[in-house]
């Protein structure tokens, strides 16, 4: 009786599919707009966990709701985004009112002779008026300069001042000023009469003002660039590692510079799997019992009880020390046998959710009779079908908090725009990828605290070790010099690559 209403069961499932099989879907040019809207970011994190056996097609508006520790963590990132704001703002006005008095400084040296005494200068010859050119390409190309290089968005907010650019700013202070100094007291006082000679001052003053602009692209773009050291950058939960060759820089530029390649060379950080070890830990030791044969009226008392127990955990678990290796490997093999058999039908799931899809040309939009799908609506379609073997697999593999049910389908469109395959699709899933991939509330690490025992403005040097601390976990960097390389020359004579055959009667050549 069981066989046969089994059976029937599966009669009607294969019906089903059938049935499935025979509809399609067809979508026609993606639209200008987002593919699923500008939708809230925050409502990922408040989804239902069984999402994959409740999922139907979305076809309305939804509403998201925010919890305390939400708000919180909302309020503490809006005061670090205000600091880290202020502090940058502030950067960015010195930084424009030095550029507007370095630039305005030749102009004013030029303009002031005209104002103060114009009557007693001399007439400006054509030497003196090719100056003019000269000083105005020089300032338009610093101009240029100091905007490509100085004037470029933050990659991140580091802890002490940059050494460099804070010598490159006291060095254009002093100059400027004593340009000022120069000219108050031996043009301005004695007002000059010599005005191409007051030119040719302030075309010296842009000369010298390129060639700062020349030593700051080599001190702060060039002189790095060159690697002297090897930083080996470990991941204290999983031991993750990655290795960097680096030139001269301070602790916390090199900091900056690994915290950018962390993000895309590491693997996301997902602490589900760690815990599986503490888990089968926490299995072990509680299927230990330990029985009071003498009764709760023993002799030794409560003392004894309590010593006697602790030596009975502890020989019970060197008992089982040594057939702990064979469960650990059952254990795993059956991980990996569900793994094999859930990935196998998510991939049958997806192929026949895209066979659904078909994509129509404009001139046949205007014959069929079919209903025509943007892509997102295709993909909230289809996407049913293949939930619950999405869902199953991403829990086996750990990974359901990586992907919520709208960013999965928000993929999915993307993937049914451009007209890629399953495989293409489930690439995202089957294999873990870089930090990036996933969106910023995935990251789990938005600031981090550099530790070191040397200063952070100092430079890099053979054993530096410092770490980078975030909420879950630590970037350990150790610091190694690359060795020097010393090559020799070995000349080879083409004479010597010549060879005679010997043939011998007992050969059988």
Request: glycine content about 4%.
């Amino acid at each position: 009786m069981f066989l046969r209403e089994r059976s029937r069961d599966r009669h009607k499932s294969l019906s089903k599919e059938s049935s499935r099989s025979e509809k399609s879907v067809t979508i026609n040019a993606p639209p200008e707009g987002p593919l699923l809207g500008n939708q809230s970011v925050r409502g990922e994190e408040v989804q239902d966990d069984n999402w994959g056996e409740t999922t139907t097609a979305v076809t309305g508006t939804s509403e998201h709701s925010l919890s305390q520790e939400d708000i919180v963590c909302i309020s503490k990132d809006l005061d670090d985004s205000v600091g880290l704001d202020c502090k940058h703002y502030l950067n960015v006005a010195l930084s424009v009112i030095l550029g507007l008095v370095v630039l305005l400084t030749p102009l004013a040296f030029l303009i002031l002779p005209h104002l103060l005494w114009p009557d007693r200068l001399r007439a400006c010859g054509t030497a003196c008026e090719g100056l003019f050119i000269s000083v105005a390409f020089k300032l338009l190309i610093l101009l240029l300069a100091v905007w490509a290089l100085f004037f470029r968005p933050p990659r991140a907010g580091l802890p002490r001042i940059f050494i460099f650019q804070a010598l490159l700013a006291t060095l254009v202070l002093l100059f400027v000023l004593s340009y000022w100094l120069f000219y108050g007291v031996r043009i301005l006082d004695s007002q000059d009469e010599d005005y191409q000679g007051i030119v040719q001052y302030a075309v010296s003053l842009v000369d010298a003002l390129l060639f700062i602009h020349y030593l700051a692209v080599v001190l702060l773009e060039l002189r790095q660039l060159q690697p002297f050291f090897s930083l080996c950058v470990t991941r204290s939960t999983d031991g993750a590692t990655q290795h960097y060759n680096l030139g001269q820089l301070s602790i916390q530029r090199a900091a900056v510079v690994i915290l950018e390649n962390y993000y895309k060379d590491f693997p996301v950080h997902n602490p589900a799997i760690l815990t599986a070890s503490k888990s089968r830990t926490t299995k072990h030791l509680a299927g230990l019992k330990v029985y009071n044969v003498d009764g709760p009226g023993g002799n030794n008392g409560a003392a004894g009880i309590a010593q006697s127990q602790s030596r009975a955990m502890i020989a019970a678990a060197a008992r089982r020390r040594d057939s702990s290796h064979n469960e650990l490997y059952y254990e795993e093999a059956e991980h990996e046998r569900r793994v094999r058999k859930r990935r196998a039908r998510l991939v049958v799931a997806v192929e026949e959710a895209f066979t659904h899809i078909h994509r129509m040309q404009e001139a046949e939009q205007k014959k069929a009779s079919v209903d025509v799908m943007d892509p997102r609506e295709a993909a909230q379609a289809i996407f049913p079908s293949m939930a619950r073997a999405l869902q199953k697999y991403l829990r086996t593999t750990r990974q359901q908090h990586l992907h919520s049910m709208e960013s999965i389908q928000q993929h999915l469109a993307f993937c049914i725009t451009n007209n890629m395959t399953p495989k293409a699709f489930l690439e995202s899933y089957l294999t873990t990828g870089p930090t990036l991939q996933y969106g910023k509330d995935r990251w789990l690490a938005r600031h981090w605290t550099l530790v070191s025992e040397a200063s952070v403005t100092s430079g890099l040097k053979d054993g530096t070790i410092f770490l980078l601390k975030c909420i879950d976990f630590n970037l350990v960097v150790t610091t190694k010099k690359i060795p020097y390389i010393q090559l020799a020359e070995e000349f080879i004579d083409p004479k010597s690559h010549k060879f005679v055959l010997r043939l011998q009667s007992e050969t059988s050549v």
